[in-house]
């Protein structure tokens, strides 16, 4: 089965530690995305990446950093310099072997400060 | 700047009512448009697609439409059931590859 692996389901942080979150694909898609949802805000861009070891800053990039060493997985590390941290982050993939194809997401991780 | 405006933030309608979403965009160079429908503490399931160049697709009681020249899209929801309650996203894809989404209409049908 073909998809986007999020893990874990759930993660606390603790004031000043910085937290990885695993996004892993088997789609063989290039590019990779990772949104953080908040209610009532809708899906903003953190970081997205078209090709291994090459990635863009979203809209809302500060405080997060991203690698892209293997086309399969694209891990978001949550800094101690991102104040408020609590939301549900997404993953997503995208083929781009041709141009317009449709984005598809994993299950998602909820972050929460301790 | 490319912004995405979803009207209604919520709707409740009658089991077996069919229903409209709207969707509306500032930038009319998006290379295409995507529906999703999202459940509660899960991520995002992809409904349908439309190329910039299309004007409408299906997929079973979905039916979404696309007008680039006014900035708007639509998804059509025919004879409505409970199971589809969820909250609905539309997205489109910027030339630079940004994805740019609305924020959402949740959708309660009524049994």
């Known amino acids: 089965d073909g998809g986007i692996t999020q893990s874990p389901k759930y993660l606390f942080r603790k004031e000043g530690q910085n937290v990885t979150l695993s996004c892993e694909q088997n789609l063989n898609h290039d590019a990779m995305y990772w949104y953080r949802q908040d209610p009532g805000q809708g899906l903003r861009l953190i970081y997205y990446s078209q090709i291994v070891n090459d990635f863009q800053k979203g809209d809302i990039a500060e405080g997060y950093s991203v690698s892209r060493e293997k086309k399969e997985s694209f891990p978001l590390t949550v800094t101690s310099a991102q104040k408020n941290p609590t939301a549900f982050y997404l993953c997503a993939s995208r083929g781009t072997g041709w141009s317009n194809q449709p984005q598809h997401f994993g299950d998602g991780t909820r972050l929460s400060i301790l | 700047k490319q912004e995405v405006t979803q009207i209604p933030a919520a709707l409740s309608v009658p089991e077996g009512e069919n229903l409209v979403l709207n969707c509306s965009f500032t930038d009319s160079a998006i290379y295409n448009l995507q529906w999703f429908r999202q459940d509660p503490g899960k991520g995002l399931t992809s409904l349908l697609l439309?190329?910039?160049?299309?004007r409408e697709q299906t997929s079973g009681r979905l039916n979404a439409s696309l007008d680039k020249s006014s900035g708007r899209s639509t998804l059509y929801i025919a004879a409505s059931q409970p199971g589809d309650s969820a909250t609905y996203l539309c997205?489109?894809?910027?030339?630079?590859?940004?994805?740019?989404f609305g924020k959402g209409t949740r959708l309660h049908i009524l049994p």
């Open positions: 997205a489109g894809r910027r030339g630079d590859d940004k994805i740019i």
């Open positions: 439309i190329q910039s160049s299309q």
